[in-house]
């Protein structure tokens, strides 16, 4: 049953059609055939039933006639109480003066019989359509006289009235049964429409309000597919349409995002340019006003170191952001070469030492020696950079910091940056590498980015652990293959 319901299903509308057709029509022959095979049955054994009847009753009525001595009254009253079923309703002997003998109409007896017809023509006539007694509900009979003759002398008639529309009943009822049927086909045939009309308007609805949302811009559409029919094909085209539709939508995106990185790229290197000739001039004059006051140890001359150490520290923060602004709108590829990256991580604390000593945080180098690696060391030294100036922003009341650098174990190299300070809310970690997002006052957000970005130009991976409260580490594995 399972086997013959997947079947149907897997057929086509026009085949399911036909099926509920040819069915409807093959209802409709049996409802015409069978029923009236039926009734002309039983129409044929009740005449044979009656005819039977009737011939007893008429033997009976001639023994009557032609022997007097002998009553079978009570005989000729039973057969034609068993024939009134049939539509016999009187059977009366009538003598030769046309009066009537003896009948199962008491009524009858002894009055002139209803015939209508002359006496030299009653040989074997019937009549239809006798008026009926005063009170009587008027139907359609048949009035049957036989004469019975012995010898060449007529003795009498035997007259019997039939009632024609007692042996309409069975017609009656076969066609009662006709309808009765033929309405009973229709009701499941209309059903099985219904049935096979939700089966297929409901998915064209489903899928005309689908199409409606992907006119709107919703592609985020996915149908169900119930079959194999026309409507599943459909379903599923439609299922691989908006697959497409989306795909090509995120490749626009991507190349709107090229295209955009590209514009930003070459205004950042004119933006960066224009920036960076100050900074450098301002920086050289920090650095001879350093070296004027260097040696002198008036409390003046202090403050003034102070001042200057202060202000170099704020423009490296702008070159270093300048930087990231130029970095992150390039593609370039790194220019690999064989480093030490223990090296380049000790270059870069050494850079961030007047920022570690002011925010008094401590420092836990993890550098072993190790073998060089092929990366570029320009890309690799501003990532570290990175990684180490977001642990100090980190820990504004001090802590400690983690520097390590090595082979993890598994083929891969690995750099540890990690701290001690206030750790990334669970709400923020999914969107750290995000362009622009930062939780910081200052800083435009791109010093994680950047530094994925160039991790992944690398071939490796970088991973964030971080508790509220306790502080954070990021790993970076880089392959560990040497030039």
């Not at 049953?1 to 149907?8: A, D, V």
Request: glycine share 8%; hydrophobic share 40%; charged share 25%.
């Amino acid at each position: 049953m399972k086997f013959l319901r997947s079947w149907i299903q897997d057929r086509g509308l026009r085949f399911k059609l036909m099926m509920v057709m040819l069915i409807l029509l093959a209802c409709s022959m049996g409802i015409v055939f069978i029923p009236y095979y039926w009734g002309q049955e039983s129409l044929r054994a009740d005449l044979e039933k009656s005819f039977l009847e009737l011939s007893n009753a008429i033997r009976v009525s001639v023994g009557q006639l032609t022997a007097p001595a002998t009553s079978e009254e009570d005989r000729l009253r039973d057969y034609v109480k068993s024939l009134q079923k049939s539509g016999i309703r009187e059977v009366s002997i009538v003598g030769e003066d046309m009066g009537v003998i003896d009948s199962t109409n008491p009524k009858a007896i002894g009055k002139a019989a209803k015939i209508r017809l002359p006496r030299e023509k009653l040989i074997i006539n019937a009549t239809f359509g006798e008026e009926p007694e005063p009170g009587e509900e008027k139907l359609k009979s048949k009035d049957l006289v036989i004469p019975v003759r012995v010898g060449g002398d007529t003795l009498g008639f035997i007259h019997v009235r039939m009632h024609i529309d007692d042996f309409t009943a069975p017609i009656r009822k076969n066609l009662y049964l006709r309808l009765v049927s033929t309405l009973l086909i229709f009701s499941v045939g209309l059903a099985l429409a219904v049935s096979i009309s939700s089966h297929y308007v409901r998915p064209l609805e489903n899928l005309a309000l689908a199409v409606e949302k992907v006119a709107a811009g919703d592609l985020a559409q996915e149908l169900p597919v119930t079959g194999r029919d026309e409507v599943g094909r459909l379903t599923r085209s439609f299922n691989e349409m908006i697959a497409r539709l989306r795909r090509n939508r995120e490749l626009e995106e991507s190349v709107r995002e090229s295209q955009y990185l590209s514009q930003l790229g070459r205004l950042s290197s004119g933006v960066a340019h224009e920036i960076r000739n100050p900074l450098n001039f301002i920086g050289l004059a920090v650095d001879r006003l350093d070296a004027l006051t260097e040696g002198r140890t008036t409390e003046a001359a202090w403050e003034k170191a102070q001042v200057i150490a202060r202000t170099k520290e704020e423009i490296q923060k702008l070159n270093d952001l300048v930087t990231n602004f130029v970095m992150y709108g390039r593609t370039a590829q790194p220019q690999r070469a064989s480093v030490h990256v223990p090296e380049i991580v000790e270059s870069v604390l050494r850079m961030a030492s007047d920022r570690l000593r002011s925010q008094r945080i401590s420092v836990r180098r993890e550098l072993g020696d190790s073998s060089p690696i092929a990366v570029d060391p320009d890309m690799i030294r501003r990532a570290v950079l990175n990684l180490v100036g977001n642990a100090i922003d980190a820990m504004p009341e001090g802590g400690e910091l983690l520097a390590a650098a090595g082979p993890s174990g598994d083929g891969r190299y690995a750099i540890v940056i990690g701290d001690t300070g206030v750790g990334i809310p669970a709400g923020d970690r999914q969107r750290i590498f995000e362009p622009y997002f930062t939780t910081k006052s200052s800083g435009l957000g791109l010093g994680l980015v950047l530094t994925r970005k160039i991790v992944e130009a690398h071939g490796g991976e970088i991973v964030v652990d971080s508790e509220p409260g306790r502080g954070t580490h990021v790993r970076v594995f880089l392959p560990g293959s040497g030039p």
